[in-house]
């Protein structure tokens, strides 16, 4: 489950881990409210940042919600030092209109919040992120000179620049891993003494939120030495969300696909892509190997949907309506390969979809596994017009000839 950044921070503040401090508003009416609160802290430069799960904020444009033609404003983050005139209209022209960056897509996002922030005065932009290395079975944090920069970028043009450090997940983060991190950002003295800390406190955030990705980018090292983060992203396992009740209402669903959405409710592991050909299949390996197969085959998937398991009848049919729900979808391939699930269930659920709903375009079949000859007839017995195929490759080649026709 992805965060946004002022909730990210709202978490990291629990830990201890020094954050930009800022107040979330939705309104522009809470705009002077959310200034004086922070001047009673002390505050007196000031940062509008909109709020979407999609980075490149600052670079992004911002379109006007009514007519996209129209563009409102350069960049979805912006530094007004005690210009509050200036942020209020920034605030009140962006707020509720779209922003595009290179991560959001050509659609953009919505934004219906935003993030009225501290200004900082700072020497040095730094980059900080911990994750899971699935290859080493251990947590990896990474950080680099280059804050400010993705680190997708920095690592195919200047891999060097990126300091990695594994640690043991039964012993935690130790002092002298946190040191070598240190050492590697070229920090020394009092900004050395509180990067340890600060790394100390946000790898204990990470363990105990049970995040699957936290990114700083850029962590700054201010005029006065002190490390905080400038940005943070968090996002939280969502197989571990039952350990955390508090954080059920930091989703926002306006950030989601509501597809997604949909097939969450039926237990469905739906990801929406960008092709025409919809994919039904049982596991998270065979749906890999099966759009694979797709686009070796010329196809482009429109979709990742594991049915699961335990798929019945309905769950088939609940499948294919929210592939059909995408109008880029020209064609069906159904892979099941019949373990825990049984091809019967499936072929019930094929013709319950087909009686049920409007599908009007070809629909190729494969199915291997428990009762695969009971399934075979049963869609035989419905003259259901199916497209039969027998291996994975067969079912590929089929779907995209059936789109050529």
């Given at each position: 489950m992805k965060i946004h950044e002022y909730q990210a921070k709202a978490i990291l503040k629990k830990y201890g881990v020094a954050v930009q401090d800022g107040i979330a508003i939705n309104s522009i009416d809470e705009?002077?409210?959310a200034v004086n609160s922070l001047k009673e802290k002390g505050v007196t430069q000031f940062v509008v940042k909109s709020q979407i799960h999609a980075g490149g904020r600052g670079k992004g444009i911002v379109y006007n919600k009514?007519?996209?033609?129209?563009?409102?404003?350069?960049?979805?983050?912006?530094?007004?030092?005690?210009?509050?005139?200036?942020a209020k209209e920034y605030a009140a022209k962006i707020l509720g209109n779209i922003l595009v960056t290179h991560q959001s897509g050509a659609e953009g996002k919505e934004i219906r919040t935003l993030f009225i922030a501290e200004g900082l005065d700072y020497k040095k932009e730094l980059y900080?992120?911990?994750?899971?290395?699935?290859?080493?079975?251990?947590?990896?944090?990474?950080?680099?000179?280059?804050?400010?920069?993705?680190?997708?970028?920095?690592?195919?043009?200047?891999?060097?620049?990126?300091?990695?450090?594994?640690?043991?997940?039964?012993?935690?983060?130790?002092?002298?891993?946190?040191?070598?991190?240190?050492?590697?950002?070229?920090?020394?003295?009092?900004?050395?003494?509180?990067?340890?800390?600060?790394?100390?406190?946000?790898?204990?955030?990470?363990?105990?939120?049970?995040?699957?990705?936290?990114?700083?980018?850029?962590l700054v090292m201010t005029?006065?030495?002190?490390?905080?983060?400038?940005?943070?992203?968090?996002?939280?396992?969502?197989?571990?969300?039952?350990?955390h009740k508090d954080f059920e209402s930091l989703r926002?669903?306006?950030?989601?696909?509501?597809?997604?959405?949909?097939?969450?409710?039926?237990?469905?592991?739906?990801?929406?892509?960008?092709?025409?050909?919809?994919?039904?299949v049982n596991g998270a390996g065979l749906a890999m190997g099966t759009m694979d197969l797709i686009k070796l085959a010329g196809g482009e998937p429109a979709n990742f949907l594991d049915v699961g398991g335990?798929?019945?009848?309905?769950?088939?049919?609940?499948?294919?309506?929210?592939?059909?729900?995408?109008?880029?979808?020209?064609?069906?391939?159904?892979?099941?390969?019949?373990?825990i699930v049984r091809c019967d269930r499936v072929a019930n659920g094929i013709?319950?979809?087909?009686?049920?709903?409007?599908?009007?375009?070809?629909v190729v079949v494969r199915l291997q596994g428990t009762n695969a000859e009971e399934a075979r007839q049963i869609l035989k017995d419905s003259g259901?017009?199916?497209?039969?195929?027998?291996?994975?490759?067969?079912?590929?080649?089929?779907?995209?000839?059936a789109l050529a026709q």
């Open positions: 705009f002077d409210n009514a007519d996209r033609s129209e563009v409102v404003a350069q960049g979805g983050v912006k530094f007004f030092g005690s210009n509050l005139e200036g900080l992120g911990i994750l899971l290395d699935r290859t080493n079975s251990k947590n990896v944090i990474m950080a680099s000179t280059e804050g400010g920069v993705e680190i997708e970028k920095v690592a195919a043009e200047t891999p060097e620049k990126i300091i990695k450090v594994w640690v043991e997940p039964s012993i935690g983060l130790q002092n002298f891993q946190a040191r070598e991190l240190g050492f590697g950002l070229n920090l020394e003295g009092n900004a050395l003494k509180d990067f340890t800390k600060f790394i100390m406190a946000l790898y204990t955030a990470y363990t105990e939120s049970d995040a699957s990705l936290l990114e700083i980018n850029p005029n006065d030495d002190r490390i905080l983060a400038l940005d943070a992203k968090v996002t939280i396992d969502d197989n571990a969300l039952f350990r926002d669903l306006n950030e989601e696909d509501p597809l997604e959405i949909e097939a969450s409710k039926y237990n469905l592991n739906y990801i929406k892509l960008d092709g025409n050909v919809g994919c039904m335990t798929a019945s009848a309905e769950t088939v049919e609940n499948g294919f309506r929210i592939i059909l729900t995408d109008p880029n979808v020209k064609a069906i391939l159904i892979n099941i390969f019949g373990g013709v319950q979809a087909s009686g049920n709903l409007n599908i009007n375009i070809p259901l017009n199916l497209i039969p195929a027998d291996t994975l490759q067969d079912a590929a080649d089929k779907v995209t000839q």
